[in-house]
T-cell receptor
Framework: DTEVTQTPKHLVMGMTNKKSLKCEQHMGHRAMYWYKQKAKKPPELMFVYSYEKLSINESVPSRFSPECPNSSLLNLHLHALQPEDSALYLC??????????????FGEGSRLTVL | AQSVTQLGSHVSVSEGALVLLRCNYSSSVPPYLFWYVQYPNQGLQLLLKYTSAATLVKGINGFEAEFKKSETSFHLTKPSAHMSDAAEYFCAVSEYSSASKIIFGSGTRLSIRP
């Protein structure tokens, strides 16, 4: 099984809503990532979890709150978002967290629209 | 900090023609370099990676890339383009100073003409 599964695929929310994006992998990977991708742009790193601990936070606003309940699951909790937060949110994993993260396995993404 | 620069935001080739997508890197230490592909409405998929074992790297779907230290380049090539190669291609570098961090280039959209 070499898949990273993200749910939901599409999400529309208002600025006062609270919602969550979910990501799951069963490859035994110990590093998991959240990326944000705007149209026609490269993915931008948001958070990295290594061995279920937050190791990198790229100065992401607090309205985005990551959570890693266990080594297979990664959540991104969303609250009080702005329309400019509309984007494709990609989850990825890699075998081990290291100086050379290397091969990332990506999910298909959750496309978020904030009204 | 390490970085990659992709030359050309859009490349168009005819089916059967050579594909050449350009990537230059900036690094003070030997880098790990990657090419990822993104098809419409999908996540990214690794095409190939350079980890200093061999300068010519072969990947999936007939793609290959050559690491040239003297030119600080890692260009992606494919001898004969196929319609299914139409996608966005990202060059990426693994940052030396931080754990688990990949820096992506701005991307090149590849179009294939029939």
């Amino acid at each position: 099984d070499t898949e990273v599964t993200q749910t939901p695929k599409h999400l529309v929310m208002g600025m006062t809503n609270k919602k969550s994006l979910k990501c799951e992998q069963h490859m035994g990977h110990r590093a998991m990532y959240w990326y944000k991708q705007k149209a026609k742009k490269p993915p931008e790193l948001m958070f990295v979890y290594s061995y279920e601990k937050l190791s990198i936070n790229e100065s992401v606003p607090s309205r985005f709150s990551p959570e890693c309940p266990n080594s297979s699951l990664l959540n991104l909790h969303l609250h009080a978002l702005q329309p400019e937060d509309s984007a494709l949110y990609l989850c990825a994993s890699s075998a081990v967290p290291s100086r050379f993260a290397g091969e990332l396995f990506f999910g298909e993404g959750s496309r978020l629209t904030v009204l | 900090a390490q970085s990659v620069t992709q030359l050309g935001s859009h490349v168009s080739v005819s089916e059967g023609a050579l594909v050449l997508l350009r990537c230059n890197y900036s690094s003070s230490v030997p880098p790990y370099l990657f090419w990822y592909v993104q098809y419409p409405n999908q996540g990214l998929q690794l095409l190939l990676k350079y980890t200093s074992a061999a300068t010519l790297v072969k990947g999936i779907n007939g793609f290959e890339a050559e690491f040239k230290k003297s030119e600080t380049s890692f260009h992606l090539t494919k001898p004969s383009a196929h319609m299914s190669d139409a996608a966005e291609y990202f060059c990426a570098v693994s940052e030396y100073s931080s754990a688990s961090k990949i820096i992506f280039g701005s991307g090149t959209r590849l179009s294939i003409r029939p």
